[in-house]
C-alpha cells in the first residue's frame, strides 16, 4: 500500500483526526516506555553508565592503547576532507543497505521510511543508558503513526533481531577461521578463541531451536513450555509478580513469523550480509586513512577486530556498549600488530560514525517523522499480506 498525499483542505477530516489520534497513541507508546522505570531507578541507571564509561575512557583505554588522547588527536588530524567525504560515502551506503533488513521484516515499509525510523530509534538507544526497550518503543510509535499493525511491528522487530544477533555470534567464527586458515594465527588470534567457542555455542543453540520452533507446532509447544519452566524460578528470583508466558508466546511467535521467514529468510540474510561488509569495510577505511603504524594489520586482522567490537555492542551496561567497544577493537588491533596510537585513532574514527553521527541524525529522524504528514495513516489500516501474518504450517 503506497503512501498517498494528505494536504490543506483537501484531507479527510476523518482521516485526519485518526492521524492525530494515532500520533497520541504512538506518543503514548514512548511514554510508556520512558515511565516504565522508576525515575530514581533511571538516575542510579544513568550515573552507573556514565561512570562506566568515563572509567573506560580516562584509564582503560589509555591503558590499552598506551598513548596520549593528544597523539591520538595528531593522528585524526591527518586525515584529509577527500579521505573524509569518502568514509562517509562508505558509512551512509551501510546505513542505506540496513534499510532493507527492515523493509524485509516489515512488507509494506519503504526505504525512505526505514532509514528515518532507523536513525530515530537508535539516537534513542545511543544516548539513554539500557535504552534498547525505549528504542524499541520509538519504532513502535513510528510504525504505528504509518498505519502498521501491532502485531507486524512486534514481528519485525523480533526478527531483525533476531538477524542481529546471529550475525554478531557468527562473525567472530568467521574472523578466527580467516586468521587460522591464512596462516595468521598468534597468541593474541588464541585468546579469541574461549569467546568464539562460546558464541558458536550460542549460535548453534539459537539456530536449532528457531529452525525446531518454526519445524511443527508440537515442538514449538514442548520448546515453549521448557522456556516456562526456565523462567518461571527466574521471575521469583526477581520477585516478578508473574513469570512472562513464554509457552504462547513461542507458539504465536511460530504463527506469526512462520509465512514471513519462509519466504524471506534469504533476502533478510543478504541484507543483513551486506550492512555487516560494508559496517566492516567501514572500520578497514578508517585503519588505512589514518595509516601511520598501521601498516602490520591486514584486511583479516582489521575484520577479526571489527567482528569482537560488533560482539562487544551487545553488552547493555553502557548505551551500545560505549567503553566496551572502543577497549576491545582497539586491543585487537594492536595485539595484531597496529600502532598505538594509529590504532585508537582509527577506532574512535569508525564510531565517529557508527556512534555519534547517528544522534544528530536521529533529531533528524525524529523531525522527519514529525513533519511528513503524507506518510500518515489511519491506525491499523495497512493491510497485511500473508507472508507477514504467516501460517500455523504442518
Same mark, same amino acid.
Given at each position: 500500500?503506497?503512501?498517498?498525499?494528505?494536504?490543506?483542505?483537501?484531507?479527510?477530516?476523518?482521516?485526519?483526526?485518526?492521524?492525530?489520534?494515532?500520533?497520541?497513541?504512538?506518543?503514548?507508546?514512548?511514554?510508556?516506555?520512558?515511565?516504565?522505570?522508576?525515575?530514581?531507578?533511571?538516575?542510579?541507571?544513568?550515573?552507573?553508565?556514565?561512570?562506566?564509561?568515563?572509567?573506560?575512557?580516562?584509564?582503560?583505554?589509555?591503558?590499552?592503547?598506551?598513548?596520549?588522547?593528544?597523539?591520538?588527536?595528531?593522528? *585524526?588530524?591527518? %586525515?584529509?576532507? !577527500?579521505?573524509?567525504? /569518502? @568514509?562517509?560515502?562508505?558509512?551512509?551506503? &551501510?546505513? =542505506?543497505?540496513? +534499510?532493507?533488513?527492515?523493509?524485509?521484516?516489515?512488507?509494506?515499509?519503504?526505504?525512505?521510511?526505514?532509514?528515518?525510523?532507523?536513525?530515530?530509534?537508535?539516537?534513542?538507544?545511543?544516548?539513554?543508558?539500557?535504552?534498547?526497550?525505549?528504542?524499541?518503543?520509538?519504532?513502535?510509535?513510528?510504525?504505528?503513526?504509518?498505519?502498521?499493525?501491532?502485531?507486524?511491528?512486534?514481528?519485525?522487530?523480533?526478527?531483525?533481531?533476531?538477524?542481529?544477533?546471529?550475525?554478531?555470534?557468527?562473525?567472530? *567464527?568467521?574472523? %578466527?577461521?580467516? !586468521?587460522?586458515?591464512? /596462516? @595468521?594465527?598468534?597468541?593474541?588470534?588464541? &585468546?579469541? =578463541?574461549?569467546? +568464539?567457542?562460546?558464541?558458536?555455542?550460542?549460535?548453534?543453540?539459537?539456530?536449532?531451536?528457531?529452525?525446531?520452533?518454526?519445524?511443527?507446532?508440537?515442538?514449538?509447544?514442548?520448546?515453549?513450555?521448557?522456556?516456562?519452566?526456565?523462567?518461571?524460578?527466574?521471575?521469583?528470583?526477581?520477585?516478578?509478580?508473574?513469570?512472562?508466558?513464554?509457552?504462547?508466546?513461542?507458539?504465536?511467535?511460530?504463527?506469526?513469523?512462520?509465512?514471513?521467514?519462509?519466504?524471506?529468510?534469504?533476502?533478510?540474510? *543478504?541484507?543483513? %550480509?551486506?550492512?555487516?561488509?560494508?559496517?566492516? @569495510?567501514?572500520?578497514?577505511?578508517?585503519?588505512?586513512?589514518?595509516?601511520?603504524?598501521?601498516?602490520?594489520?591486514?584486511?583479516?586482522?582489521?575484520?577479526?577486530?571489527?567482528?569482537?567490537?560488533?560482539?562487544?555492542?551487545?553488552?547493555?551496561?553502557?548505551?551500545?556498549?560505549?567503553?566496551?567497544?572502543?577497549?576491545?577493537?582497539?586491543?585487537?588491533?594492536?595485539?595484531?600488530?597496529?600502532?598505538?596510537?594509529?590504532?585508537?585513532?582509527?577506532?574512535?574514527?569508525?564510531?565517529?560514525?557508527?556512534?555519534?553521527?547517528?544522534?544528530?541524525?536521529?533529531?533528524?529522524?525524529? *523531525?522527519?517523522?514529525?513533519?511528513?504528514?503524507?506518510?500518515?495513516?489511519?491506525?491499523?489500516?495497512?493491510?497485511?499480506?500473508?507472508?507477514?501474518?504467516?501460517?500455523?504450517?504442518?
Amino acid at each position: 500500500m503506497s503512501p498517498s498525499p494528505h494536504s490543506g483542505d483537501d484531507e479527510d477530516p476523518d482521516i485526519g483526526q485518526a492521524i492525530d489520534i494515532d500520533r497520541t497513541d504512538a506518543i503514548a507508546v514512548v511514554e510508556h516506555e520512558l515511565h516504565r522505570k522508576s525515575t530514581r531507578r533511571r538516575v542510579v541507571e544513568a550515573l552507573v553508565s556514565l561512570t562506566v564509561v568515563a572509567v573506560f575512557f580516562t584509564f582503560v583505554i589509555p591503558a590499552v592503547s598506551d598513548a596520549h588522547y593528544s597523539e591520538i588527536w595528531r593522528e *585524526l588530524d591527518r %586525515l584529509t576532507w !577527500l579521505q573524509v567525504a /569518502g @568514509l562517509t560515502a562508505v558509512w551512509i551506503t &551501510s546505513m =542505506l543497505l540496513y +534499510t532493507g533488513v527492515l523493509t524485509t521484516s516489515l512488507p509494506g515499509l519503504t526505504h525512505p521510511q526505514a532509514l528515518t525510523v532507523n536513525f530515530a530509534g537508535s539516537a534513542v538507544s545511543n544516548v539513554v543508558p539500557f535504552g534498547g526497550a525505549v528504542g524499541v518503543g520509538a519504532t513502535y510509535a513510528i510504525c504505528l503513526s504509518w498505519g502498521f499493525r501491532m502485531t507486524s511491528i512486534t514481528l519485525s522487530i523480533l526478527v531483525s533481531g533476531i538477524w542481529n544477533v546471529f550475525a554478531k555470534l557468527g562473525l567472530p *567464527l568467521v574472523a %578466527l577461521a580467516l !586468521l587460522v586458515g591464512m /596462516g @595468521l594465527s598468534s597468541g593474541h588470534t588464541r &585468546s579469541l =578463541l574461549v569467546p +568464539t567457542v562460546l558464541g558458536l555455542a550460542v549460535l548453534v543453540a539459537a539456530v536449532t531451536v528457531l529452525v525446531l520452533i518454526l519445524r511443527s507446532e508440537p515442538l514449538a509447544v514442548r520448546i515453549g513450555e521448557l522456556g516456562q519452566r526456565l523462567a518461571t524460578p527466574v521471575a521469583r528470583r526477581l520477585r516478578r509478580s508473574s513469570a512472562p508466558d513464554v509457552a504462547v508466546a513461542v507458539v504465536e511467535f511460530r504463527h506469526r513469523s512462520i509465512g514471513l521467514l519462509r519466504t524471506r529468510w534469504l533476502p533478510l540474510t *543478504l541484507w543483513m %550480509l551486506a550492512y555487516n561488509l560494508t559496517q566492516y @569495510l567501514l572500520l578497514l577505511g578508517c585503519v588505512r586513512a589514518i595509516g601511520v603504524d598501521n601498516a602490520e594489520l591486514g584486511w583479516a586482522q582489521v575484520f577479526a577486530a571489527f567482528a569482537f567490537a560488533r560482539l562487544l555492542e551487545t553488552i547493555p551496561l553502557t548505551p551500545s556498549g560505549v567503553g566496551f567497544v572502543e577497549a576491545g577493537a582497539v586491543a585487537a588491533l594492536i595485539g595484531f600488530g597496529g600502532g598505538a596510537a594509529g590504532s585508537t585513532a582509527a577506532v574512535f574514527c569508525f564510531r565517529g560514525f557508527t556512534y555519534l553521527a547517528e544522534i544528530p541524525l536521529g533529531a533528524v529522524g525524529w *523531525l522527519t517523522w514529525t513533519t511528513r504528514r503524507s506518510w500518515r495513516r489511519p491506525p491499523r489500516s495497512r493491510t497485511e499480506t500473508p507472508e507477514a501474518v504467516g501460517a500455523p504450517g504442518p
